[in-house]
């Protein structure tokens, strides 16, 4: 069973502050994909990674995927209320749309 | 562009009973997956649809059941409704070009079972 682990589970921090959230498997995915979710609403894209290794930024944030293809990560520069929400990673393997997603990191970003 | 959208958006049923979710695509996705979100839990894939059949399932039983339409649009049916089946259940449209897909959710329909 494909199994991804975020940590942590909780996060609360103050307006300006960084952060970093983890996501881990045992499995190697295809592409793994970073999604916010705002109370009341499902989750929205952020980002998708596919090559081991890769970098992506996207403003303040910035993802990375593991060599193996196996864990990425998510950093937060200068941490803002705005960013406050359920973070979840979703990873697929190859020729599928079958994601599987993390446990969750719930973000409060205080002003 | 019309999105992903979702009805009810809220519903209480008891025990035993059997409930449907209805799901409309975005326009040009032909694919529809449904995913199970406990309170606090990161989203349970379900099962998806393609073409009008199901192209993959996820660890629930047999009482979960679905259909796709020709439209492309998507009903989730749960039979036999348990205390457990209460939860957030999102529908996700995606489109089927080979690639790498990104899912575009719905805002999801809350379940309540007394």
């Known amino acids: 069973t494909q199994l991804l682990e975020q940590s942590p589970q909780f996060l609360s921090i103050q307006e300006g502050e960084n952060l970093t959230v983890y996501c881990n498997s045992s499995?190697?995915?295809?592409?793994l994909q970073w999604y916010r979710q705002e109370p009341g609403e499902g989750p929205v894209l952020l980002v998708t990674?596919?090559?081991?290794?890769e970098v992506k930024k996207l403003k303040r944030l910035t993802f990375q995927f593991g060599d193996a293809r196996k864990d990425s990560s998510l950093h937060i520069t200068a941490a803002q209320p705005g960013d406050t929400g359920l973070y979840l990673c979703?990873?697929?393997?190859?020729?599928?749309?079958?994601?599987?997603f993390g446990t969750g990191t719930r973000l409060k970003v205080l002003a | 562009e019309t999105g992903v959208t979702q009805s009810p958006t809220h519903l209480i049923k008891t025990r035993g009973q059997q409930v449907t979710l209805r799901c409309s695509s975005q326009?040009?996705?032909?694919?529809v997956s449904w995913y199970q979100q406990a309170l606090g839990q990161g989203p349970q894939f379900i099962f998806q649809?393609?073409?009008?059949?199901?192209?993959g399932r996820g660890n629930f039983p047999p009482r979960f059941s679905g259909l796709q339409f020709p439209n492309y649009s998507s009903e989730l049916n749960v039979n036999a409704l348990e205390l457990d089946d209460s939860a957030l259940y999102l529908c996700?449209?995606?489109?089927?070009?080979?690639?790498?897909?990104?899912?575009?959710f719905g805002e999801g329909s809350r379940l309540t079972v007394l």
């Open positions: 996700a449209s995606s489109p089927r070009t080979g690639g790498i897909g990104e899912l575009f």
């Open positions: 499995s190697v995915f295809s592409s």
């Open positions: 990674v596919v090559t081991g290794g």
């Open positions: 979703a990873g697929a393997t190859s020729g599928t749309y079958k994601y599987i």
């Open positions: 326009s040009g996705h032909n694919t």
């Open positions: 649809y393609y073409r009008e059949e199901e192209n």
